[in-house]
Each structure stands twice: as C-alpha cells, then as structure tokens.
C-alpha cells in the first residue's frame, strides 16, 4: 500500500530536496508525481535511483494525488493549492501564503504535532519559515522545562534561502572579486560576496523586515502566543546552512545541565557544545544532515533566567523540504492511514 505524492516545484532546490528525502526516509509511495511549470515539462530530475520526467503544473490532475508537496512560491500555491485542495489531495505548502491562516495548521512534528487535526478545515498544511523551523524546534524543549517568556534572536542566513538565481549570484559575484571583474548584482539589494546583508524580504512600517516579522509570529503561533520577541535577520555569504544566535530569557529558573539533559531528550535536537577548538557546529557542518544542531550553550548572567546558544541547520532540508516530508509521515500516520486508491 503506497500513497501518490506530487512535488510542486520538483525543479528548484526545495523540491529536489523534497525528492531526495521521500527517497531517504523510504516515504510509502505507490509513485510519485514531479511537476514544474510549463517551461520545465519533460525536464528530468531523481527520484532514489528512478528518474522522473517533469508533468507541467497547469495541466496535473490533483484528483488522482494523495499528497502534494508545493515548493513553489506564493503565486503558484495562492492559484493551485486550493485546486488541488478541493479536488481531495492534502496539500503540505512551504510558501509564506497560508503560514497565518486562522484555519490552516502550521506545523513542525516536534514541536506541535497535534495541531495538525486542523487540517481537514481546508486539506491545506503550512510549512514555516525556514529560519523559524530550526528555532522552535530548539526552543520546544527548553519551554516545556521553564516556559520561555522572552527571546532575541540574530540570523545568519544563506543565499539558498533565496534560491538558485541567489546561489548563482554570490558564486559569480565571488569569482568576480579573485578575476577582477565588475560585480553585477541582480538578486540581493547589496553586493553578497565577503559581505552581510541586514535585510531580507520587505521593509515593514515599523522598520522590521518581513522576514523578521514571520520569526515572531510564526513561532508565536507554534509555540506560545504570549512569548515576546524580536528578531534580526542578515543573509550572509555562505551557500546552504542557516546559524542563529539565540537569547532565552524564562520565566522560572533553569540551570545549564538541566538545557542540556532537555536537548538530549528532544527529538530532531543535536547538541554538539564542547569549550574547546572545533567543538561546535558550523553551517558547512550540517549540509544533508536532519537534525537541528545546538552549540555554544551558556547562562547569561545579564538577566535572572537567561540562556544563550548557537542553532545551525541545514535550511533545504528542516528548513523546508525535511519539515515537509515529517509533516506527510505524521499525516499518513495518524490521520490518513489508507490512500484514496487503495
């Protein structure tokens, strides 16, 4: 018995990722569909050791899916996720589109597994920001141990958070620095070779950007509403890996030994923190792992109950594609046990 996946998007990093990991993590599959849009049908991508030819998103027949996996964009999903919706296929969505919708779910399986029951209001499921899924699946544990009443947090952002034309341009911008050609700058608003970047997405009245504004509410709406916090987000030179610098201030006493016993119990968390040279995690270090890397934990003496620590992930995998593939594992195990065509 098996379930027929599309992945929207099958093209782009995401949804190669996407693939990758339903191929990984042996997803109970009957076949899975890859769909692009137009321009990319008949395009060739892998699937495990299959390759898949590309189905062009305006023709694909959502009926005939159990699941679809949309790594597309706002646009496309704003057009096509409420089509495949209505046709009975459960979409799991990675846009910013449906993130805050009051009646679609937006989930990460180790922090609020439960919440996904509010799928079956819209058959439509939110994948969070990629720099916020690592961060509360850091934070969960240690809430759950103090309750978290206050969090500033400083992103370290790479380009493939942007996507290809992004990696492409810190690539060609890098080489043109060692060759001594003009730098062109297409995608970010400032050179990003030997640079950062305090700025992703729109700027906000208030002068967050949006990307900042997403961290908030999003892990508000995850993890606890009543939690205060306000985020800087950079994007930095580095081509896969989101690192955050995390600033905890809790609400009841917590020790360093008790964060520590926390994060070795918690799934999805890996803490790697020894004071020493190298004994901790860097973004180059977690490319193709799963796991969401804790480092560099201490006390802050700056406040009564206060913790800091170093979070890295790989932002294609739990950032987006992982969190994606999690979220159908839990949905096909507790909520739709038999494929339509079974």
Known sequence: MGYVVAVIGATGNVGREMLNILAERDFPVARVDAVASRRSQGREVSFGDKTLKCQALEFYDFAAADIALFACGSGPAGEYAPKAAAAGCVVIDNSSLYRMEPDVPLIVPEVNPADIAGYTQRNIIANPNCSTAQLVVALKPLHDLAKIRRVVVATYQSVSGAGN??????FSQTRAVFVNDDLTREHFTKQIAFNVIPHIDVFRDNGDTKEEWKMVVETQKMLDPEIRMNATCVRVPVFVGHSEAVNIEFENPISENEARDAFEAAPGVL???????????????????????????????????????????????????????QIAELLVQKYMKTPRAA
């Open 271 to 325: 803490l790697v923190d020894r004071r020493e040279d190298e004994g901790y995690v860097t973004p180059i270090e977690c490319v193709g792992e799963y796991e969401t890397f804790v480092s560099r934990l201490r006390l802050d003496p700056s406040v009564e109950n206060g913790l800091s620590m170093w979070v890295v992930s790989d932002n294609l995998r739990k950032g987006a594609a992982l969190n994606a593939v």
């Open 165 to 170: 034309a992004a990696m492409d341009e810190l």
